[in-house]
C-alpha cells in the first residue's frame, strides 16, 4: 500500500494530505442551515420522527456530510490522500459515525487514499478487532467483511509489539498501511516520548526502533507499509528519525495551524523529495474564514481550501527542491 | 464519580466488574440462529433490504446484543460495574456501534455503573471531541447532547498532558471519571513501560506521577476521578503504584483468561480494601465454554457468567481478607 502512496503523491506532485477533521465552527452558516432544514423535515421511518437530541446530531452530521463532500470535490485532483479524523465524527455519535463512513466511501470513489485517523491501539486480540475495524475484514456469516476499510491507520505503540502486530498482520493480508505514533505534533508531546532513557537515547527513539522492525515484515518497494508520524513541529527529531528509520514512511502533522513552516519540513523528506507526507487540517478545510482566503466568502470555502491546498503544495515543492 | 464507584462496590462488596467483550465465538449457537432469522426478514424501511454484507454485520450486532442482555440480567445484581471493550463492537462497523450504545443504555437502567474501555486519545482538540464523545456532551444545535455517556472512560498518555486535559475536564463538568493506561496487562507491555529513564525509575511511574498531578484537580473524596489501569498480571508492580498513587483508583484487567490470581491482586487493595476493582472478560462471560461451568449448556450461559462471577467475587474477598 505505501508504493500506490508514494506513487499517487509522485503523479500529482504533492506531498500532502488534506485532513478531514470538519469542526462545526468551519461549516459556514448555508451548509448548517440547509441540513437543519433536511432533518427537521425527515422521517426515520414510517412516520417516526427524531427526538430532539438525537435530530441535533443528525442535522450536524449531515452539514459535515456536504461541507466534505465539496472541500473533496475541490481538492481531489490536486492532492493525493485524505485524513478524516475519527474523534471529530465521534463526538456526534451513531449519526457522526454514518458520516465518516459515507465522506471514507466518497474519497475512495474520488481515488484519494484515505488515513484513517483513529490512533487505535489496545492488548492483542482486541488490536485485532481495531486492526480488522479499520483496515481490514471481519469474519461474520461465512464471509470477510470490510467495515471502515480506509487504506491506512494511526496506531498507539504504548502496548508495545502485542498491541501492533495485528495491525501489521493486517497491512500483510490485505495489502493495507499503518502510521505509528512516534513523536507527536502536540506541544506536551515530549513529557514522555522525550524522556531520556538510561541507554542514553529518548523514547521516541526506542518507538523508531520498533517501527523499524515491525516494519521489515511488510516492505513495500523502498519504503515498509509500518510508517510513522512525526510532527512537522519537531524540526530537529524529523531530521534525526529520517536518519534512524530509512525505511520508515512519516505521516508529519503540524503544518499551517500548528505552526509548523515547509522549511521545518525540508529534512523530513529522502533524497529523492519522498518519503513523507505532511498534513494540514484546519489550515485547509477552514481557510475561508482566515486571510488570505477570506475573500472566497462562506459560499466559496471549498475553492478557499483548494487555494490553501495549492499554496502549501507550492510551498513544500520549493522547500524540497531548496534543500 | 470515583465515590459512586466506591460505594457500588462496597454495597455489592464485590470489587469486580464484568468486561463486556463479546467475540462472537463466546456467543451459542441459538442465539447467533435466532439473530439470523430476525435479520434475513428485516426491512430497513419500506421494502429495502440489507445487502449480504450489512445483514452478516447487522446479524452478529444482533446476537450479541441479546448475549449481552441475558449476561447484564444475570449479573447486574451481584457486581456494581461493566466495562463494554468498543473494539469487539467497532469491528462490526455501525450496527456492532448501535450495540454498544444500546448496552451502554441497557446497564445504566440496571443501575451499573459502566466503564467505556476505549483507550482513546489524542492531540488536545481531538481529545477534547473523543471526551464528549464519551464521557461528556456536545454542543449542537443550542444543545448539550450525551453521545455514548459512559460513566469512566479509559485513556492512552502517550500524547501527553495535552491529550489527557480534555478528559479530565469533562469529569470535573460532568462529574465522570476515566482510567489511564499506566501498566498495561499484555505480555509485550513492558517494551515500552518498563524501559527505565535516565532518572532511575521505569517509564510507567513517571506516567503513574503524571495521572497522581492530572488527578489531583478532580478529587471525590478520597480517591481522584483519574484513575489509572494496572493489569493484575503485574503484581510486583501493583503493589509499587498502589503506595505511589495513594489517591488513585486502579482498574485491574487480566484476571483469570489472562492468568492473574486473586492473591496477585491482594496488593493492588488499599488497607481499607477499597481502592481497585478488577475486571474478568472472557472469565465471565465464556465460562459456559469451560469447567467448572460447561454443566451450564449454551442456554444456561448466562447462568454460567453468574456463577463465574460469584466465584471470582468469593476469590477477591479472601484474597482481601487473608492479607
Same mark, same amino acid.
Given at each position: 500500500?505505501?508504493?500506490?502512496?508514494?506513487?499517487?503523491?509522485?503523479?500529482?506532485?504533492?506531498?500532502?494530505?488534506?485532513?478531514?477533521?470538519?469542526?462545526?465552527?468551519?461549516?459556514?452558516?448555508?451548509?448548517?442551515?440547509?441540513?437543519?432544514?433536511?432533518?427537521?423535515?425527515?422521517?426515520?421511518?414510517?412516520?417516526?420522527?427524531?427526538?430532539?437530541?438525537?435530530?441535533?446530531?443528525?442535522?450536524?452530521?449531515?452539514?459535515?456530510?456536504?461541507?466534505?463532500?465539496?472541500?473533496?470535490? @475541490?481538492?481531489?485532483?490536486?492532492?493525493?490522500?485524505?485524513?478524516?479524523?475519527?474523534?471529530?465524527?465521534?463526538?456526534?455519535?451513531?449519526?457522526?459515525?454514518?458520516?465518516?463512513?459515507?465522506?471514507?466511501?466518497?474519497?475512495?470513489?474520488?481515488?484519494?487514499?484515505?488515513?484513517?485517523?483513529?490512533?487505535?491501539?489496545?492488548?492483542g486480540s482486541t488490536s485485532e478487532s481495531y486492526a480488522r475495524a479499520h483496515i481490514g475484514r471481519t469474519p461474520v456469516?461465512g464471509l470477510e467483511v470490510p467495515v471502515f476499510d480506509v487504506d491506512f491507520a494511526t496506531v498507539n505503540p504504548y502496548?508495545?509489539?502485542? &498491541?501492533?502486530?495485528?495491525?501489521?498482520?493486517?497491512?500483510?493480508?490485505?495489502?493495507?498501511?499503518?502510521?505509528?505514533?512516534?513523536?507527536?505534533?502536540?506541544?506536551?508531546?515530549?513529557?514522555?516520548?522525550?524522556?531520556?532513557?538510561?541507554?542514553?537515547?529518548?523514547?521516541?527513539?526506542?518507538?523508531?526502533?520498533?517501527?523499524?522492525?515491525?516494519?521489515?515484515?511488510?516492505?513495500?518497494?523502498?519504503?515498509?507499509?509500518? &510508517?510513522?508520524?512525526?510532527?512537522?513541529?519537531?524540526?530537529?527529531?524529523?531530521?534525526?528519525?529520517?536518519?534512524?528509520?530509512?525505511?520508515?514512511?512519516?505521516? %508529519?502533522?503540524?503544518? &499551517?495551524?500548528?505552526? %509548523?513552516?515547509? %522549511?521545518?519540513?525540508?529534512?523530513?523528506?529522502?533524497?529523492?523529495?519522498?518519503?513523507?507526507?505532511?498534513?494540514?487540517?484546519?489550515?485547509?478545510?477552514?481557510?475561508?474564514?482566515?486571510?488570505?482566503?477570506?475573500?472566497?466568502?462562506?459560499?466559496?470555502?471549498?475553492?478557499?481550501?483548494? @487555494?490553501?491546498?495549492?499554496?502549501?503544495?507550492?510551498?513544500?515543492?520549493?522547500?524540497? %527542491?531548496n534543500r
Amino acid at each position: 500500500m505505501i508504493q500506490k502512496l508514494i506513487d499517487a503523491i509522485r503523479e500529482k506532485n504533492a506531498p500532502v494530505v488534506v485532513g478531514l477533521d470538519p469542526n462545526l465552527a468551519f461549516v459556514p452558516e448555508h451548509l448548517q442551515k440547509a441540513a437543519a432544514d433536511k432533518i427537521s423535515g425527515a422521517e426515520i421511518c414510517a412516520g417516526q420522527k427524531y427526538t430532539e437530541e438525537k435530530a441535533a446530531l443528525y442535522t450536524a452530521s449531515e452539514a459535515i456530510w456536504q461541507f466534505n463532500k465539496e472541500i473533496v470535490d @475541490a481538492v481531489c485532483d490536486i492532492v493525493p490522500a485524505v485524513k478524516p479524523q475519527i474523534a471529530m465524527y465521534e463526538q456526534f455519535g451513531l449519526p457522526g459515525l454514518e458520516t465518516y463512513d459515507r465522506t471514507v466511501r466518497y474519497c475512495r470513489n474520488k481515488g484519494l487514499i484515505i488515513i484513517g485517523d483513529v490512533k487505535r491501539g489496545d492488548i492483542g486480540s482486541t488490536s485485532e478487532s481495531y486492526a480488522r475495524a479499520h483496515i481490514g475484514r471481519t469474519p461474520v456469516g461465512g464471509l470477510e467483511v470490510p467495515v471502515f476499510d480506509v487504506d491506512f491507520a494511526t496506531v498507539n505503540p504504548y502496548l508495545g509489539t502485542d &498491541g501492533v502486530k495485528p495491525f501489521v498482520d493486517v497491512c500483510n493480508t490485505y495489502d493495507k498501511g499503518i502510521f505509528v505514533l512516534v513523536k507527536t505534533s502536540n506541544p506536551s508531546s515530549g513529557e514522555f516520548q522525550d524522556v531520556l532513557t538510561a541507554g542514553g537515547v529518548p523514547m521516541y527513539e526506542l518507538v523508531a526502533q520498533k517501527v523499524r522492525e515491525w516494519g521489515s515484515v511488510s516492505m513495500d518497494g523502498r519504503y515498509s507499509n509500518v &510508517g510513522a508520524v512525526v510532527g512537522a513541529t519537531w524540526p530537529e527529531q524529523g531530521e534525526k528519525l529520517r536518519k534512524l528509520m530509512p525505511e520508515t514512511f512519516i505521516l %508529519a502533522p503540524g503544518y &499551517g495551524a500548528q505552526g %509548523a513552516s515547509a %522549511a521545518d519540513l525540508a529534512a523530513f523528506f529522502d533524497e529523492e523529495g519522498s518519503g513523507a507526507i505532511v498534513n494540514s487540517s484546519r489550515g485547509i478545510i477552514a481557510a475561508w474564514q482566515k486571510e488570505p482566503y477570506r475573500q472566497y466568502g462562506p459560499e466559496g470555502f471549498a475553492q478557499a481550501a483548494r @487555494a490553501a491546498a495549492l499554496d502549501m503544495i507550492e510551498d513544500l515543492r520549493q522547500a524540497i %527542491a531548496n534543500r
